[in-house]
């Protein structure tokens, strides 16, 4: 007997409880009047009847058989219903029941005589659901013998599942795979495992990455951020999202400049640095903001984007570092930061007028540093 799981439950058992009622129900009608229910069991070779698809699945031949059936069906119930909520759980259980039993009475419908009844087919496909949805999940079982010693312990889904299976497989071979009640067992095993896989695949079932693909995959024990990175449809989600908000953002940016905003643009851009840490603004108009606020005579404004500049392109280092140089030394007489700007440029690698420049900006802040030789440079530019 099974009392309970681990397994993350979110739905009260509302169909499974009335479905073990309504067998129950049944059992007890059929007790007092046989005749009255008998020809709603599952007949075979005499035709389809659909109302026996759905009737069969709430009638049992015994006591035993419906105690066994009853507490297999809470046990799997519990992890399925417990995950979708009572009306898709009540849709997929009679699915389940009235596919098998369609297709049974189908298949027999050359025999001369024969039946069958039970949830037998129901509760199989709700383990093959529980197995797809579950399968690292514990299942807290209660074995009693001798009368009265009681055994309690643990077994994974995936593991009372395919004792359940194999046990069917092996009996169903030694009788030579003939229409049985382990073979109805089996086409309501092979139905769950469609229903359990779409309803996965669908996402309309949550299964926090504990679904048999996912531990099959090793999601099970990644962090968020690690299930995220390795998911391709939200990186693609993703991308275009960045694509779309990038594009945006240069457009904004764009338009900014092109009213002589160059400090509201360049705060644009770094908002979207914040936003998106793979945010990149486009080279020419890392430039154009420089260039605009040059103009506008934003000197100490132009300091942060030229230093990006430097660290980011290569194409204008040396104009951009000897601009950024010159207004070190003059806007801001900060000579300490101005010779550690110079101090990376190769005098071979500049032409006659920016080598003027670079000894006047060289000259200009050591003479600044004579006066001020207690100032320092902040930053490696």
Not at 269 to 275: D, I, K, L, V
Not at 337 to 352: E, G, I
């Amino acid at each position: 007997m099974i009392t309970g799981t681990d397994a993350p439950i979110y739905h009260y058992p509302v169909t499974t409880i009335a479905f073990i009622v309504a067998c129950c129900v049944v059992f007890a009608a059929a007790l007092a009047n046989p005749e009255s229910i008998a020809p709603y069991a599952l007949e075979y070779g005499n035709g389809l009847h659909p109302v026996q698809w759905v009737s069969s699945n709430f009638m049992h031949a015994g006591f035993g058989h419906l105690l066994g059936n009853m507490l297999a069906l809470w046990s799997f119930g519990l992890v399925v219903e417990g995950k979708v909520g009572w009306w898709r759980m009540a849709l997929v259980a009679l699915g389940i029941g009235v596919v098998q039993c369609a297709v049974e009475q189908t298949m027999m419908l050359g025999a001369e005589e024969g039946g069958s009844l039970g949830a037998s087919s129901i509760i199989f496909g709700l383990m093959a659901i529980a197995l797809i949805w579950a399968p690292s999940n514990n299942m807290d079982c209660v074995y009693i013998y001798y009368g009265f010693r009681v055994c309690e312990f643990q077994m994974t889904v995936a593991s009372l599942v395919g004792l359940f299976v194999v046990l069917e497989l092996v009996v169903s071979f030694f009788s030579g795979f003939a229409m049985s009640s382990q073979i109805l067992h089996l086409m309501g095993a092979a139905l769950g495992v469609g229903v359990g896989i779409g309803l996965l695949k669908t996402k309309l079932v949550d299964c926090e990455n504990w679904d048999a693909f996912s531990v099959w995959a090793g999601r099970h024990q990644m962090t968020r951020e690690e299930i995220l990175e390795s998911d391709t449809e939200y990186q693609q989600k993703r991308a275009e999202k960045i694509e779309s908000e990038s594009a945006g953002a240069v457009a904004q940016i764009t338009q900014l400049l092109h009213d002589g905003e160059a400090l509201f643009a360049y705060r644009a851009h770094e908002q979207m640095s914040r936003r998106l840490p793979d945010w990149v603004l486009p080279e020419e108009l890392l430039l154009k903001i420089i260039h605009t606020l040059h103009k506008n005579n934003q000197w100490a404004d132009s300091i942060k984007p030229m230093a990006e500049y430097l660290q980011k392109f290569t194409s204008r280092q040396i104009p951009v570092r000897l601009k950024l140089a010159q207004v070190l030394v003059v806007k801001e007489e900060n000579a300490a930061q101005a010779l550690r700007v110079l101090a990376k440029l190769a005098a071979d690698q500049l032409d006659a007028k920016q080598k003027d420049l670079y000894r006047k900006l060289q000259a200009g802040a050591k003479e600044l540093q004579r006066r001020n030789p207690y100032d320092v440079a902040e930053h490696d530019w």
